[in-house]
């Protein structure tokens, strides 16, 4: 019922920034009622929770402090997206990042189980 593409990534020195784009194909309720989160994946490492907005878009919820102060997600429901600016780019937050979807879930949730619903990521690469 949805569909999502991300867009945005490349290759940025450290310190650089970047802004993800995801944008969402809903055939079921409104993209207003699903919670969007990105999710980010390093080579052999697991998929970790980034940052999330809730449905209705009243709330925002990171991973830690460290990515707080230096991302931020953002939502355009009447475009279907969601963003994620990051700032102060460190080689450590590259990996493949994720657009994640959930209908009225908690926005809080951080396993990547909980969101049924998933692009197919874009690159980030941080050189040193």
């Known amino acids: 019922q949805v569909q999502l593409v991300e867009s945005g990534g490349g290759l940025v020195p450290a310190g650089g920034s970047l802004r993800l784009s995801c944008t969402a194909a809903?055939?079921?309720?409104?993209?207003?009622?699903?919670?969007m989160a990105w999710f980010r994946q390093a080579p052999g490492q697991e998929r970790e929770f980034v940052a999330s907005?809730?449905?209705?878009?009243?709330?925002?919820?990171y991973k830690d402090r460290a990515i707080k102060g230096r991302f931020t997600i953002s939502r355009d429901d009447a475009k279907n997206s969601v963003y994620l600016q990051m700032n102060s780019l460190k080689p450590e937050d590259t990996a493949a990042y994720y657009c994640a979807a959930d209908w009225r879930g908690s926005y809080t949730l951080m396993s990547p189980y909980e969101y049924p619903y998933w692009g197919q990521g874009t690159q980030v690469t941080v050189s040193s």
């Open positions: 809903v055939t079921e309720h409104s993209f207003g009622d699903y919670v």
């Open positions: 907005s809730s449905w209705s878009g009243g709330s925002v919820f």
